[in-house]
C-alpha cells in the first residue's frame, strides 16, 4: 500500500493530560503540532468518572469531560488533533518518521511521545462491566469514594501495597487478595501493610467473581490451598496489578527499563535521540497522576521548542 507523507515541525502521539498539555505548550509557542490521538481518545481519564483531584476543578469533573476541555485548548492554539494510531516509527535520521495507521507517514522534526500506560486487569468480565462503578486501577484517584466503607485490593507488588494502606487511611476495612503466599512488594511496604490493623491479608487467593448489577456489592474470592471460598461484603474493589507502558513501538530506538517506560535524561523530557522526547506515564512508573503526567507534557514542548531553537529549524 502506498502512504501519504506529510511533513510537521512536532508531532505528539497520545492524547492524555500529558499529550494535550504538550499541545498547548507547543501551539501557543508557533511550533504547529500535529497529535494522534491513538485508540482511546483522551486516555485513561476516560474511563474513570468523578476527577477531584485535579487542581483548578474545585468542584470536581468527570474525567471524561475534563479531557474534552484539554482537547478544546489544545484545538484553541491550533493544534491539528486528530485520531489514529501509530504502529511504526524510524528514528535513524535527523528528521523522525512515524507511521499512522500503514497509510500516513509523517516526517517531523521532533516527536512527543505522550502514549500513556494501560492498567493490567484481571480479565474478569464482572470487573469489565463495574469499571467505573466502584472497580478502579488507582487508589489514589477513586479511593476518597469509599471512605467509611469496605474495600479490596488485588495485587501484592509495591503499589498494591502503598495503594492498601491509602485506602486504609480511609476506608473502615481494607482485604488484600494475595495469590501467593508471599508478597513481591519491598519488606519496608510489606511491614507498613502487615502493621496497619484495619488491612487484612488473604494469601493463597484470587478472585472468582466481583458481584453487583450497577454497582459494586462484594466479591467471591477463592483460597487456592484449601479450595475455600468466601464472599466480602466491599462496595469497591481496586485492582493493582502493575500497569504496562505503551511503548512498544518505540523499544528498537529508545532506551527502556525492565517493565518498557522510556528512559529519559533526569530532569527533562529528553531522550537519547535528539528532537524525541517522552512524557507522562510512558516515562513515569511512580507518580502516574494526570497533574504530573500534564507537567511533564509542559516540559516537553519546552524542550521541543528549544532544541529546534538551538538546531535553526522554523
Ligand atoms: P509489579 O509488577 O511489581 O507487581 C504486580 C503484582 O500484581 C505482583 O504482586 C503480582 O503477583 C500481582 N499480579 C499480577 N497479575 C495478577 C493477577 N492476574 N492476579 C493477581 N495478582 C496479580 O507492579 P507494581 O505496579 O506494584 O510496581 C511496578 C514497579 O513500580 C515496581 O518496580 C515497583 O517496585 C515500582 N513502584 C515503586 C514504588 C515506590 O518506590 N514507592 C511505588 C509503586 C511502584 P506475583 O507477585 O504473584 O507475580
Keep these: ?64 469531560e475534563m479531557m474534552e476541555d ?21 528514528f535513524s ?28 486487569w484481571l ?22 469514594f469509599f471512605k467509611g466503607q469496605d474495600v479490596a485490593i488485588v495485587g501484592a507488588g509495591d503499589t498494591a501495597a502503598e495503594e492498601a494502606t491509602y485506602l486504609a487511611k480511609l476506608c473502615k476495612k481494607v482485604y488484600m487478595i494475595v495469590r501467593r503466599s508471599e508478597m513481591r ?5 510489606q511491614q507498613r501493610v ?22 459494586v456489592n462484594g466479591a467471591l474470592v477463592v483460597n487456592h490451598k484449601t479450595k ?6 466491599v462496595t469497591g474493589f481496586f485492582v493493582a496489578i502493575g500497569h504496562k507502558p505503551n511503548t512498544d513501538i518505540f523499544k528498537d530506538w529508545l532506551e527502556m527499563d525492565e517493565s518498557g517506560y522510556i528512559k529519559t535524561i533526569p530532569g527533562t523530557s529528553k531522550t537519547k535521540i535528539k528532537g524525541v522526547f517522552a512524557v507522562g506515564d510512558a516515562q513515569d512508573k511512580v507518580y502516574r497522576q494526570a497533574v504530573t503526567a500534564a507537567g511533564s507534557g509542559c516540559m516537553g514542548a519546552l524542550d521541543a521548542e528549544r532544541y529546534l531553537a538551538e538546531a535553526g529549524i522554523h
Design 123 to 144: 480479565g474478569l468480565p464482572s470487573e469489565e462491566k463495574l469499571n467505573g462503578f466502584g472497580v478502579s486501577a488507582c487508589a489514589v484517584c477513586d479511593g476518597f
Design 185 to 189: 512488594a519491598s519488606k519496608a511496604m
Design 1 to 64: 500500500m502506498s502512504t501519504a507523507i506529510e511533513k510537521v515541525n512536532c508531532l505528539i502521539i497520545g492524547s492524555g493530560p500529558a499529550g494535550y498539555t504538550a499541545a498547548i505548550y507547543a501551539a501557543r509557542a508557533a511550533l504547529k503540532p500535529l497529535m494522534y490521538t491513538g485508540l482511546q481518545p483522551g486516555g485513561q481519564l476516560t474511563i474513570t468518572t468523578e476527577v477531584e483531584n485535579y487542581p483548578g476543578y474545585p468542584k470536581g469533573i468527570q474525567g471524561p
Design 228 to 233: 475455600q471460598d468466601r464472599k466480602l461484603d
Design 93 to 120: 535520521g535527523p528528521v523522525h518518521k512515524v507511521w499512522i495507521d500503514e497509510t500516513t507517514e509523517i516526517h517531523a522534526n521532533t516527536v512527543i511521545i505522550a502514549t500513556g500506560a494501560s492498567a493490567k
Design 70 to 90: 484539554f482537547k478544546a485548548q489544545a484545538e484553541r492554539f491550533g493544534t491539528d488533533v486528530r485520531f489514529g494510531y501509530a504502529s511504526k516509527v524510524d
Design 194 to 215: 502487615i502493621n496497619t490493623p484495619n488491612i487484612e491479608i488473604l494469601w493463597d487467593s484470587e478472585t472468582k467473581e466481583i458481584l453487583g448489577e450497577k454497582t
